[in-house]
């Protein structure tokens, strides 16, 4: 592992740490401190019916009487190990809360992910090898189109198809297989489209290339030089593309859980919000930066690794990177 490597990984770590340090001040901030206390204004809701000793005692439960700055450290540091807080409407712990509905969400949006890249190599290889009127006219139109439609739509239709009018599944079991393998599907087939299009440019610029020609003039049948030769070099940048779109994967995910009724973080979020439970949409808003923001830095990391011609550093033969080309996007991007 060369010294450049190292040294962009470095950095890559320090500002991945400080992007989820500025998210979670920026959470507590709007959460907890703007304007006029929205915790307290809770308390003191008549319809709450919490009287001024319990008001007070929650308040101290929550260090509400100390110092911002102390609020904020204490909070922080709370958070780094894992100590999420008290839920005010259920005085249960929010860590606990989470941990109880995470494991529907992963399902969810891992089969949901699976479905995307399903669909966009089936519809990047239909583009290159089907007929050209269907290949190039419909299929590279169908990005567009699942793009133009919202998820929850999808999911609409879906649950009156083969929910009510196939009866593959129960909406009462939002859990079972064939539940999930639809919810994952109208999560899935907007991120396809990102997918899709990336996939699709980086295959005509592959197949244009002089070892897809040899390949071609060796004989090579369709499949094979699809799946051996075209779709590793073409992929490397949907690890990008992956982790941009991780972000509308889980508000997807929430969207498509409330769709669906299944019992996920999206349900949590929806009764947070509904009874105003601020600990816990803090809780979640911030553990949501911390998963974007590890993700990208994941693939950030990798990126390099799968693929060397991505230029870290100057060399003799091209002009130093700039402090601009050097940032993660654009190490991506520029290429030998």
């Known amino acids: 592992m060369s010294n450049a490597y190292l040294n962009y990984a470095a950095k890559r770590l320090v500002q991945a740490a400080l992007v989820i340090l500025l998210a979670y001040v920026f959470t507590f901030v709007v959460v907890s401190i703007l304007p006029g206390d929205p915790i307290t204004n809770v308390l003191r809701n008549p319809q709450n019916g919490f009287t001024e000793d319990e008001i007070r005692e929650i308040i101290a439960a929550q260090g509400l009487d100390r110092p911002v700055l102390v609020q904020l450290s204490a909070s922080l540091a709370s958070f780094l190990t ?42 990047a290889y239909g583009t290159r090898f089907l007929p050209r009127r269907f290949g190039q006219g419909v299929l590279r139109g169908f990005p567009s189109l699942f793009l133009s439609v919202p998820n929850f739509v999808i999911g609409l239709v ?6 009510f009018q196939l009866g593959l599944f129960r909406v009462i079991q939002p859990d079972s297989f064939w539940a999930t393998f639809f919810a994952a599907i109208a999560l899935g087939i907007p991120i396809s489209a990102q997918i899709a299009e ?60 409330t769709v669906f009724g299944r019992n996920g973080i999206g349900s949590l979020v929806q009764r947070s919000v509904t009874t105003q439970d601020l600990p816990v949409l803090q809780a979640i808003v911030s553990l949501a930066a911390v998963v974007f923001v590890l993700v990208n830095l994941v693939a950030d990391l990798v990126y390099p690794l799968l693929d060397p011609r991505v230029k870290l550093v100057g060399t003799p033969e091209r002009r130093p990177v700039t402090a601009d080309e050097n940032s993660p996007s654009i190490s991506r991007a520029v290429t030998s």
């Open 198 to 257: 990336v996939l699709i440019a980086n295959l005509d610029h592959e197949a244009g290339q002089e070892y897809a020609v040899v390949a071609r003039s060796r004989g090579i049948g369709r499949t094979r030089l699809f799946a051996k030769h075209l779709l590793k070099p073409s992929s490397l940048p949907v690890v990008t593309v992956i982790a941009l779109t991780i972000g509308e994967l889980l508000g997807g995910s929430l969207i498509t859980e």
């Open 82 to 123: 894992g100590d999420l807080g008290l839920s005010m409407r259920t005085n249960r712990p929010v860590a606990t809360l989470i941990a109880e509905v995470l494991p529907s969400t992963l399902i969810l949006a891992s089969a949901g992910l699976a479905v995307a890249l399903v669909l966009a190599i089936g519809i």
């Open 158 to 163: 879906l649950i009156h198809a083969f929910g």
